[in-house]
């Protein structure tokens, strides 16, 4: 256990629908990874986050948009959605970036299916 | 720009070695990593090598590091049925975000 959680495990949503994907980091980290997994793209980074503030941003869509919060929690927004959209997404959250070493420790992810 | 490959199947004997390479693109990066990732699962941190160092041991786990060539290689000795899961390379540049390979889909067969 990373003891970053996510929820829900598993979400099914029709086309051009919204959907709400939450992350909890590990106790203490303040730094919020967002990744998407599918077939066809592999592991894509899509936006970091640092004690509530944007840090990065990656190949996210316009469609999509993330948050976090003052407790540190995370949460994606992904809207009009479509049939790509469909991937497992993972959140991961490491202590301290700015340091060369940088542990991300990763939750067991949501799996979208836009039907 | 960063573009991590592997090749993404392999199959190996239980109790043989299994080695599993990765070719990075970016030259300044400083930290590579090796994430397993188990059916259902997240990803797992195995190991990681710093970019000056040539080669990591880690009980089962060797990581050999060529900066010349930017090649690595995570070799698995005394392969279990446990083993089997996707493997995944990993460079950073930043430190914010991880680049990933593809993965590689290691099959452990009695």
């Known amino acids: 256990d990373s003891g970053v959680t996510q929820t829900p495990k598993h979400l099914i949503t029709a086309t051009g629908q919204r959907v709400t994907l939450r992350c909890s980091p590990r106790?203490?980290?303040?730094?919020v990874y967002w990744y998407q997994q599918s077939l066809d793209q592999g592991l894509q980074f899509l936006i970091q986050?640092?004690?509530?503030?944007?840090?990065a941003k990656g190949n996210i869509l316009e469609r999509f948009s993330a948050q976090q919060f003052p407790d540190l929690h995370s949460e994606l927004n992904l809207s009009s959605l479509e049939l790509g959209d469909s991937a497992l997404y993972f959140c991961?959250?490491?202590?301290?970036?700015?340091?060369?070493?940088?542990?991300?420790?990763f939750g067991p992810g949501t799996r979208l299916t836009v039907l | 720009g960063e573009d991590v490959e592997q090749s993404l199947f392999l199959s190996v004997r239980e109790g043989d070695s299994s080695v599993i390479n990765c070719t990075y693109t970016?030259?300044?990066?400083?930290?590579l990593y090796w994430y397993k990732q188990e059916p259902g699962a997240g990803l797992q941190l195995l190991t990681y090598?710093?970019?000056?160092?040539d080669m990591k041991q880690d009980q089962r786990l060797t990581v050999l590091l060529n900066k010349k060539d930017k090649h690595l290689s995570l070799r698995i000795a005394d392969t279990q049925t446990g083993d089997s899961a996707i493997y995944f390379c990993?460079?950073?540049?930043?430190?914010?975000?991880?680049?990933f390979g593809a993965g590689t889909t290691v099959t452990v067969r009695a």
């Open positions: 991961a959250s490491s202590a301290t970036p700015g340091v060369s070493y940088n542990e991300q420790f």
């Open positions: 106790s203490g980290d303040l730094s």
């Open positions: 986050y640092y004690n509530g503030e944007e840090r």
């Open positions: 970016d030259s300044s990066s400083t930290y």
């Open positions: 090598i710093f970019s000056n160092m």
């Open positions: 990993a460079e950073s540049v930043n430190d914010y975000k991880l680049s």
